[in-house]
DNA sequence: CCTACCGATCGGTAGG
DNA sequence: CCTACCGATCGGTAGG
């Protein structure tokens, strides 16, 4: 029961967000009343606070795989996206959950995604700067800015998505597949923007109209 | 005073959202009562409209320069996303605004981006393929999902500017050159992840300690 | 632009 | 997990 509630919070915290969204609405939804659910959370507060740290739990329960991605060498930052990306793919309002927190509670939000992001974000920051040293990174690369536009790119995809069609609404229905895209750009974004020479450049000029179908899946 | 109500209004909704926003508050930002309000506005609604179509309004007035930035030539797309830089610098409310429009009403908010984008997106778009028959784009962008990610990362850098700290705490309290700095990334990485080849490549290796000092400062 | 007031709903408590 | 109930506040109206 406790759960059902927890999982009908999320849902409404993340769509019509925490003052949007009433206890009673909540109730409505998991079939009890309102003194039930205060008893199971202190307050609407309280159930916030839960909701939060359920999101940043199932994060540390995916850091492991995020970090073994991180030291997988040459294509270390690609797998890091993946990584990530799979997470908000499982469920996109996480994704509307951290942009929501950041808009409405700034300074708190920030100093949670940093205690979030500080061991792998570390990691990268300093694999990418070694690059830098070694040659096959971009010398003009503003590192911590990189990461930033990065992070800001993947929660904004997954909460936005509709955002895409606004440039080309002849795409499918399925918004999966328009993510797909999303998230593929992205990640190519990314990667184009930091090494001074692409893999993908050694592509001729034949194969224009794309050789990756869904990724480029090699 | 009509004025007032609706620069209060712009800010609180910018803020906390629609839902966290009383009539009340409003009201005491102005120093009027309730029923003043809703002589000027028929109703909260009415209100979110009356904010949302000033936003709008203003974008509009801006158009002119947007548009004549893309027919720059070489630099049309860096002189845009400077242009709408200057937009959400002026009032970074505008960026939240946005973004809460997209969360909480996607699809009108699709609709309404839509139209406010066509002219400018359009020609860009047509502008990056033209660019990719000739050679110095990239064949592998993905130019429709491209323009989204470039749009998010703008939206979400002024709405968000908090962000950029988790990773470098270090930085100058000052937001102003946090955005700067996070600005002129996203404009590096929209350009590098598009052309062929980028101008910053002539960069040689000698310089890679960084040309800026601003970065994070050994 | 105001006073006075409305029903509805808010988060939360008492008490069992 | 419930019924019964609380004061506060919500958006909005009547009437001037």
Request: proline share 3%; with cysteine; glycine share 6%.
């Amino acid at each position: 029961m406790k759960d059902k509630i927890l999982v009908s919070a999320t849902r409404r915290f993340a769509r019509h967000g925490y003052a949007g969204t009433s206890l009673q609405a909540i109730c409505d939804d998991v079939g009890i009343r309102k003194p039930s659910l205060l008893y199971h959370y202190p307050s609407k507060e309280g159930l916030r606070e839960a909701v939060i740290a359920h999101l940043v739990s199932a994060w540390q329960t995916r850091l492991p795989q995020v970090l073994a991605a991180a030291n997988g060498g040459a294509r270390s930052f690609e797998d890091v996206f993946i990584e990530v990306a799979e997470f908000f793919h499982e469920d996109p309002n996480r994704a509307r959950l951290i942009l929501r927190e950041v808009v409405d509670h700034p300074q708190q939000a920030r100093q949670r995604l940093g205690e979030v992001m500080a061991p792998w974000a570390s990691l990268l920051v300093e694999s990418i700067k070694n690059g830098k040293k070694s040659g096959h990174i971009r010398a003009d690369v503003d590192v911590e800015a990189w990461l930033a536009d990065v992070v800001v790119l993947m929660v904004g995809t997954f909460a936005a998505a509709e955002l895409t069609s606004v440039v080309s609404p002849n795409m499918g229905e399925g918004s999966d597949e328009r993510v797909r895209r999303q998230v593929a750009e992205v990640v190519r974004m990314a990667r184009s923007s930091l090494y001074r020479s692409t893999h993908a450049d050694n592509e001729t000029e034949s194969d224009q109209k794309r050789t990756r179908n869904t990724e480029e899946s090699t």
